[in-house]
């Protein structure tokens, strides 16, 4: 190959132009794939992110609007207590208060002791220890000793006009746990737990006898003895 370049140097000045040029044409063709692969990974990239962004946009916004519909929308009220209950025990199912080690009240205003509730949730009406709308322990500003009988108390139909200023206060103060109530037997379980309205100093409270109160009245401060 070398005796045939030395005789015709015309050719060997031609291949190594052309040799040249093919290097360059090699290197072109690597240079600009190596572009294209990034410019693609870069369209890819670029992509992926702007799908992310919106998507975190869309769902903000989707929170927003469910938070606002909640924050906005509450539950229609039923005075359930000028209701008349018609039907037996035995068809009948009650909420009641749950947590009390002795005694429960139940949604009709019915409170007794907890061996004298039916399977059904209501207390049995025909046992010694019902009693119907009983303010028992409680003060004439409605506070109570006990929190079964502040219920029992609050649900009395005679108390609905105090209630109703109450509910309207907690509608105006646009009080969150107010959306949730749905009668006046979960407002007056809400009213008769301690609440800061009860509370004088951080663990202490204002009247520490009679403090589950239901309504419109804040509980007196009580001096110890």
């Not at 990974?41 to 799908?51: C, D």
């Not at 992310?52 to 903000?60: A, H, N, P, Q, T």
């Not at 539950?75 to 208060?97: A, G, Y």
């Not at 010694?128 to 929190?147: D, F, G, K, L, V």
């Amino acid at each position: 190959m070398l005796l045939f370049f030395n005789l015709f140097p015309h050719y060997s000045n031609r291949f190594r132009k052309l040799s040249v040029i093919y290097k360059y044409k090699m290197w072109y063709a690597a240079l600009v794939r190596f572009i294209r692969r990034r410019l693609v990974l870069g369209i890819i990239f670029a992509s992926s992110l702007t799908y992310c962004i919106v998507s975190f946009l869309r769902e903000g916004s989707s929170r927003g609007m469910i938070y606002q519909d909640v924050s906005f929308e509450r539950k229609p009220f039923v005075w359930r207590t000028l209701q008349e209950h018609n039907d037996t025990i035995d068809h009948m199912i009650c909420r009641n208060s749950v947590q009390g080690k002795q005694l429960l009240v139940d949604d009709r205003g019915y409170v007794c002791h907890r061996s004298d509730v039916t399977k059904n949730g209501c207390c049995d009406t025909d046992a010694e220890s019902a009693e119907r709308y009983s303010c028992e322990t409680c003060t004439e500003n409605n506070c109570c000793i006990i929190y079964e009988y502040c219920v029992s108390c609050c649900l009395d139909p005679s108390k609905r006009d105090m209630l109703e200023v109450v509910l309207s206060k907690l509608s105006t103060e646009k009080n969150v746990l107010f959306r949730s109530l749905s009668d006046d037997y979960e407002l007056c379980l809400t009213k008769c737990r301690t609440s800061s309205h009860s509370v004088l100093h951080e663990n202490s409270y204002k009247d520490p006898i009679n403090k589950h109160c239901f309504g419109d009245e804040l509980p007196r401060s009580r001096t110890p003895d």
